[in-house]
């Protein structure tokens, strides 16, 4: 449908991997330096100029195989290695978590807000490498052109395409299943409570009008939602508050992730014969979650292991 | 007021239904005791008919077709049961164009196909919005804002494109018409566009445009045109009641806290059901009274959809309100 869906897709979806990622890296104590390099890679890699021209041009969506490749491709992009469980399930946290914030969004032009809230972060995990940050602030800024002057009609058309592209998705985060935004069906939970989208107004009334234009009358309806006024709008600019925080880490450092070591846990370590520098990345390991199912331990030798297992 | 309606047996569909506005179109065909419903999922339409003693059921689906050109398949933006004096149509908008079928679903009786570009450009291609009008029209909207107009036949594929209305710049998201049954209303037609602008229409050989009423920048994404006046759904949750010839601002009401997605009218009682992203569903009471040209909007019931996801909302053939209050 829209035209204009692939790029925000992308860099949504990109920007959840680098968040699971990164904590996964920080959660096995991985040295700072070699956990650095993985993620400048990867980021390296995800804000190519060759890659982002093409991903820019109006097209339709890419059919799930292919922008599963993508990502895919994007993960191997620097020396850490992912099994193929262990792609699946990193894959279906990313999409889950970008589908949540598709629907929660308040309005769909809130879709920009999420966005420049991955792109934050993303420009925070490079502060320290000039030209990699030059390249993501560059694609920044293509986005604030694009999609800026875009109409909220528009915006409802990309959300639409979403939705239908994430449409029967049902996999069950234990992350959203313990903050209670996920039911045990798989189905999110869209509050009937809080602020309403900015340029909507809390509901309740009815106003009549004379036909000359003045206002007759007002009736105050109970609407039983529990809706309070409109927070600011966030900023669309280069820097400045989102005010919305869907898009935002959740897996950041001030909130626990449960680790789970199950008994015998049979994904464990496997150390690759390459070189020292590699050992400690080879050990990439960790388990979100309550229930660990352990998984076959059928990944060959120098295959690491990023097991990261979810109520399924 | 008593309740006037009640929960009936849910009919389960073949597949869920997608974030599309107005996903939801019915046909009673009281002769045959059977009710028609369908959705749209992504590329095709789930058609389920439904006998009234709730023991038969049957489905189809129809796809989109694909055109010419060999590209990714086509989505389709809606599908509507356009009720005309002759015959019932079946009409289905997608990206590639316009197809109508016999209202059963199941012969295809003319495809229209729409200017698609080769290489994509940066305003995506649809046709959305059906209405059927008067005796002969069936009038189909398109993302350029341009409004089709098709003359159809008593019966037979002969359908012809029989004009092109120009007035809106942006896509289409609705259109309605005159839906009381009173030959007397002046207007009848209203086409919605994702600006808001709502444009009033009187049919004939050459159509003729009564009125426009801007819409301040917030897409209006449903409207239903009733006695003479317009219901319409906006982004922002509200809904506008307008006298369509005159454009005079009726009633405002501050209804869903977020994007309605469809507005519907049961013609004989002036029950109006909203349903919105917010996933209630609300039921208002109007009542237009001619003399002295007022309106009144009452809160009738709310009804909250805990099913989440709930575009499923349009699944929630609460239009059996509409059934049911044919009475």
Same mark, same amino acid.
């Given at each position: ?6 790029? $925000? $897709? ?33 980021? =390296? ?26 990502? @895919?491709? +994007? ?8 099994? !193929?469980?262990?792609?699946?399930? +990193? ?69 639409? =395409? %979403? ?59 109970? @609407? ?87 109520? +399924? | ?61 129809? !796809? ?19 009720? %005309? ?107 919605? @566009? ?23 920048? =917030? ?26 010839? =005159? ?23 002036? $029950? %109006? ?43 929630? %053939? ?10």
């Amino acid at each position: 449908m829209s035209t204009r869906t692939l790029p $925000l $897709l992308f860099i949504n979806l990109g920007g959840e991997m680098l968040y699971i990622l990164d904590q996964r890296l920080r959660a096995q104590n991985i040295p700072a330096d070699k956990a650095k390099k993985v993620m400048n890679d990867i980021i =390296t890699t995800m804000f190519n100029k060759k890659f982002l021209e093409e991903l820019f041009k109006p097209q339709e969506l890419y059919s799930k195989k292919a922008l599963r490749t993508v990502f @895919d491709r +994007l993960a191997h992009a620097s020396i850490m290695r992912l099994n !193929q469980a262990s792609m699946d399930k +990193l894959y279906d946290l990313m999409t889950m978590a970008f589908k949540y914030q598709v629907l929660l969004c308040p309005r769909p032009k809130d879709i920009l807000l999420v966005s420049f809230n991955h792109m934050d972060a993303i420009r925070d995990f490079v502060k320290d490498t000039p030209s990699i940050l030059g390249q993501v602030e560059e694609t920044n800024k293509q986005l604030i052109e694009i999609y800026s002057l875009l109409s909220g009609g528009e915006f409802q058309l990309i959300r639409q =395409t %979403l939705l239908i592209f994430f449409q029967d998705m049902h996999i069950r985060v234990s992350i959203f299943l313990k903050d209670k935004v996920q039911n045990s069906n798989g189905r999110f939970v869209l509050p009937t409570s809080g602020p309403v989208p900015y340029g909507t107004q809390t509901p309740g009334l009815v106003r009549i009008y004379s036909c000359s234009g003045e206002e007759l009358r007002k009736t105050l309806f109970r @609407d039983n939602g529990n809706y309070c006024a409109a927070l600011r709008e966030g900023s669309f600019e280069m820097y400045g508050d989102r005010v919305i925080k869907l898009g935002t880490n959740m897996y950041s450092v001030s909130r626990p992730v449960e680790t789970h070591m199950s008994g015998t846990s049979k994904n464990s370590l496997q150390h690759t014969k390459d070189k020292q520098a590699n050992a400690e990345l080879a050990k990439i390991m960790g388990e979100f979650g309550e229930e660990v199912e352990p998984s076959p331990s059928s990944s060959s030798k120098g295959d690491d292991l990023l097991a990261m297992m979810d109520g +399924l | 007021m008593a309740k006037m309606y009640h929960k009936e047996k849910s009919i389960q569909i073949k597949s869920s239904a997608s974030a599309l506005y107005n996903n939801l179109s019915v046909l009673r065909i009281a002769p045959r005791c059977l009710t028609y419903f369908t959705a749209v999922h992504a590329n095709v339409v789930n058609m389920v008919s439904a006998s009234w003693d709730g023991l038969n059921y049957s489905h189809r689906q129809l !796809q989109a077709k694909e055109g010419n050109v060999a590209t990714s398949s086509s989505l389709i933006m809606q599908a509507a049961w356009c009720v %005309l004096p002759p015959r019932d149509l079946l009409v289905l908008t997608s990206q590639k164009g316009i197809q109508m079928y016999e209202s059963d679903g199941s012969i295809m009786v003319y495809w229209h196909a729409l200017d698609t570009p080769e290489t994509p450009t940066a305003k995506a291609v649809f046709a959305r919005g059906i209405a059927a009008v008067r005796e002969k029209y069936i009038c189909v909207g398109v993302s350029s804002g341009s409004v089709l107009v098709f003359d159809i036949p008593c019966k037979g594929s002969n359908i012809t494109l029989s004009e092109v209305l120009e007035e809106h710049k942006e896509a289409i998201t609705d259109m309605a018409s005159e839906c009381s049954g009173s030959s007397e209303c002046i207007a009848d037609l209203v086409s919605a @566009d994702d600006s808001g602008l709502l444009c009033v229409w009187k049919a004939g050989e050459d159509f003729q445009l009564l009125n426009k009423i801007p819409g301040f920048d =917030t897409s209006c994404s449903s409207v239903k045109l009733w006695k003479g006046t317009v219901i319409a759904g906006y982004g922002t949750g509200q809904i506008r009641l307008y006298e369509a010839v =005159t454009a005079i601002l009726h009633a405002e009401v501050n209804a869903h806290a977020r994007w309605i997605y469809s507005v519907d009218i049961a013609p004989f009682t002036g $029950l %109006l059901l909203s349903a919105a992203e917010d996933s209630w569903v609300r039921v208002w009471h109007l009542s237009l009274t001619p003399e002295t040209n007022s309106v009144e909007v009452m809160p009738f019931t709310h009804i909250l959809y805990m099913s989440i996801e709930s575009w499923g909302l349009q699944n929630i %053939l609460f239009i059996k309100t509409h059934c049911n209050n044919q009475k």
